[in-house]
C-alpha cells in the first residue's frame, strides 16, 4: 500500500522560505512511473493546488497564486518530491498536502487518489 509522508512545515516569518518533502512508500518500482502534487487548505477555503511535477520530472506545472516563488522537484532514487517555498505571503498559511496518481500530472484534487497527511505551513506577518 502507497503510502505518503510530508514533512518541513512550520512557522515562518514573510519572505522567508521553506522546503517540504514528501517520502513515498510502498510503491515498489512505480514511484518513477508516478506523478506528484502538492495542494493546500486554508482555513474557510477550498484545498487548492500549488504544483505538480510528471513521474519523469520533466515537466511542471504551478498554480497561479505560487508561480515565480515556488519549486517543485523530485528524487526518483530517493522516492521523494519536494516544494521550496519562498518569498512566503502570511497568505501561504495552509495544511500543505502531497498526492500522487499513476497517470500524468494533474491539477485537480479528484485526480488524485493517494494523499498524505499534510503538513502545517504558517507565515507571520
Known amino acids: 500500500q502507497v503510502q505518503l509522508v510530508e514533512a518541513g512545515g512550520g512557522l515562518v516569518q514573510a519572505g522567508g522560505s521553506l522546503r517540504l518533502s514528501c517520502a513515498v512508500s510502498?510503491?515498489?518500482?512505480?514511484?518513477?512511473?508516478?506523478?506528484m502534487a502538492w495542494f493546500r487548505h486554508a482555513p474557510g477555503k477550498e484545498r487548492e493546488f500549488v504544483a505538480a511535477i510528471s513521474a519523469s520530472g520533466g515537466m511542471t506545472y504551478y498554480g497561479d497564486s505560487v508561480k515565480g516563488r515556488f519549486a517543485i522537484s523530485r528524487d526518483n532514487g530517493k522516492d521523494t518530491v519536494y516544494l521550496e517555498m519562498n518569498s512566503l505571503k502570511p497568505e501561504d498559511t495552509a495544511v500543505y498536502y502531497c498526492?500522487?496518481?499513476?497517470?500524468?500530472?494533474?491539477?485537480?484534487?479528484?485526480?488524485?487518489?493517494?494523499w498524505g497527511q499534510g503538513t502545517q505551513v504558517t507565515v507571520s506577518s
Open positions: 498526492a500522487a496518481r499513476q497517470s500524468r500530472a494533474a491539477s485537480t484534487t479528484a485526480q488524485y487518489d493517494v
Open positions: 510502498g510503491s515498489g518500482r512505480t514511484f518513477r512511473s508516478t506523478a
